[in-house]
């Protein structure tokens, strides 16, 4: 299986906003209802902040957001906060192996 | 809450062996895949391993295949994997997570380094 394609880097200054992508095939996001997206301050463990393409799960803030067109997954981020500040990773199941594959990630900065 | 807890992690030399552990709190164990994801120290995630909840489907990525081993015991609400013939290239921080096709609770990661 073969990594996600995420931008490196995306930034924006606070209060706007700023959307990411994730790039697969049809064998991945393109196939399935399953990309997810999770956020990872520096020494920190992952922490899921969308699943199933646009679903938030409790606690997360409506400020972000996902969806997905044909093989590419989007993640946004509206009214960006200092705190957004993070790496963030999207993730798709890839079929019956079951070992979903990850993006290569996109280091955020709140400008 | 829920809580998972790896450890096991450490220095080992190349060819050498570890097991790490994995326990859970919070939440019945028995119900829930689980999964095993590394990270090198400052990449990406990689999925390593998969288990259902009775462990009768497992899954590897292919880069470690015939190396390492994930097993469950129920009883004791705790996830393993254990890591032979070890490369420098499998050192990274090892996570156990909950797998529900995404990954919605993650331990804290155990790091393991492999360096002569």
């Known amino acids: 299986q073969s990594a996600l394609t995420q931008p490196p880097s995306a930034s924006g200054s606070p209060g706007q906003s700023v959307t990411i992508s994730c790039t697969g095939t049809?064998?991945?996001?393109?196939?399935?209802?399953?990309v997810s997206w999770y956020q990872q301050h520096p020494g920190k463990a992952p922490k899921l902040m969308i699943y199933?393409?646009?679903k938030r799960p409790s606690g997360v803030p409506d400020r972000f957001s996902g969806s997905k067109s044909g093989n590419t997954a989007s993640l946004t981020v509206s009214g960006l906060q200092a705190e957004d500040e993070a790496d963030y990773y999207c993730?798709?199941?890839?079929?019956?192996?079951?070992?979903?594959?990850f993006g290569g990630g996109t280091k955020l900065t709140v400008l | 809450q829920v809580q998972l807890v790896e450890s096991g992690g450490g220095l080992v030399k190349p060819g050498g062996s570890l097991r790490l552990s994995c326990v859970a709190s919070?939440?019945?164990?028995?119900?829930?895949?689980m999964s095993w994801i590394r990270q090198v120290p400052g990449k990406g995630l990689e999925c390593v391993s998969f288990?259902?909840?009775?462990?009768?489907?497992?899954n590897y990525v292919d880069s470690v295949k015939g190396r390492f081993t994930i097993s469950r015991d129920n009883a004791k609400n705790s996830l393993f994997l254990e890591m032979n013939s070890l490369r420098a290239e499998d050192t990274a921080v090892y996570y156990c997570?909950?797998?529900?096709?995404?990954?919605?609770?993650w331990g804290r990661g155990t790091l393991v380094t492999v360096s002569s």
């Open positions: 997570a909950r797998d529900q096709i995404h990954f919605d609770y």
């Open positions: 919070g939440f019945t164990f028995s119900d829930y895949y």
């Open positions: 288990i259902t909840t009775s462990g009768t489907n497992i």
């Open positions: 049809s064998s991945d996001v393109g196939g399935y209802k399953y």
């Open positions: 199933e393409v646009s």
């Open positions: 993730s798709s199941y890839a079929g019956s192996n079951n070992l979903k594959v």
